[in-house]
């Protein structure tokens, strides 16, 4: 990979990781750090024109539900991934979950995880529950 190249996948990497960590909705409705959910989403969405864009599991880019013309805004489309998230109640907050450092992760969300995450998790003190 060529210097250039490095530089805008470490750019890329740096604009992910801060959405994941300013995230209203991770902050508010997801019981799942947001280190984790950077792990498991993050692939989704990368940078255009100056925003980042979020590509569902077709490759198809989220669309703004009030303006299907734009792409979606990072929250929107996170919410959207979440959802269509075969273990979406885990993730979301309020359903007796509390993942986090030192917390406890239900099993069918970690094993969702990339082997990086689930690590991060587990050096962190979490546990996993059935």
Known sequence: MSGAQDHSAALKAQLVA?????????????????????????????????RLVAY?????????????????????ALERLVSAHPQREAIMRGLGNAAGPGKTMPRAVFDTLPPAARMAHIKAGGKIHD
């Open 18 to 50: 801060q959405a994941f960590e300013h995230s209203r909705f991770v902050a508010d409705k997801l019981a799942v750090p947001a280190d984790l959910l950077e792990a498991r989403f993050g692939a989704s969405f990368k940078p255009e024109n100056g």
């Open 56 to 76: 569902d599991v077709a490759g198809n880019a989220i669309m703004r539900r009030d303006n299907p013309g734009e792409p979606a805004e990072f929250d929107e």
